[in-house]
């Protein structure tokens, strides 16, 4: 069966870094080979992309930044215009400023009927009903006038297309297979793409985007050793960086935790010597304790923004 691809106009409603990482992730996959599930009926495919800011200052640079990208148009104080354009909306704001953001005049009609994806910290999609339309009752006819929201958790590693993006999904608000496809193909764009439960979110942001902070900071650590023991820096940071690139490939490849560490340590040998000094370190449960701290801090978003 032939694949179909689908035109769709893309607004990043607020080009900060994370809405930035996904823009410069899907126009790197538009100059790349691109190939969704064998599964998929349609991919989707940019033919343009729209990055609505608040500030003239911050669309001087994102303009200058996609000067060469025809397909890009950024516009300052004109979020209106920019979503009647969109097909797919990114909400990508800070979460100060959400609700007046959302409650400009004309985003209603600007909205209607359209797919509103937040990557918005912690506003669950009640939380973002509200804001749109206030908390009263509608008919089904006022309803299908109302876009649909789309939760999604990406990380900035879409910039190079190695992200995990997670789909959250909300047991009072299923998905359209109509509203999903849409959503999944275009994040296919720049990683792999995950449905996950809101019960869950919290932990599922920390493996999947605060992680990245988290792996950088013990491959510095290891790139800072190296430096002392007298490697320049810049050849300390390649060759760690290709040891957690060999690491991550051999995971993903289906190996255990347990046997990588076993093929690489041998008895007696001076990596089993290093293990030591981390596990004297209490390093694992330091790691644990800053992913758990690091989990229930996301998990407290929700109740600060909504």
Known sequence: MAVQTVAKTITFLG??????????????SLSQNFEESAAAESILVPKSIIACVHKQESAALLKEKYDKEPIVEVLANENIRGVEQGDIIVLGVEPSVYREVLAESGILKALAGKILVTIVGGLSIKTLETAIYGSGSFTNG???????????????????????TLIIEEEDYPYASEILKPVHSLFMRVGQVKLWPAAKAPIGATLTASSLAF?????????????????????????ATAGMRGAAGLLASGEDTSEVK?????????????????????????????????AIATGRLGDQNS
């Not at 030591?276 to 304790?289: C, F, M, Q, T, Y």
């Open 15 to 28: 080009c900060g870094k994370l809405s930035s990482s996904i823009l410069d992730g899907i126009l790197l």
């Open 142 to 164: 006022e309803k299908l006038e109302h876009c649909r929201i789309v939760r999604v958790i990406p990380s900035t590693a879409t910039m190079i297309r190695e992200a995990m």
């Open 215 to 239: 792996f950088t900071f013990l491959l510095e650590a290891v790139v800072d050793a190296g430096v002392s023991l007298g490697v320049d820096r810049g050849e300390a940071l390649e060759m």
């Open 262 to 294: 076993r093929k690489i340590a041998t008895k007696g040998g001076s990596t089993e010597v290093g293990f030591k000094a981390l596990e004297e370190g209490n390093v694992k449960e330091v790691v644990e304790g800053a992913v758990k701290n690091c």
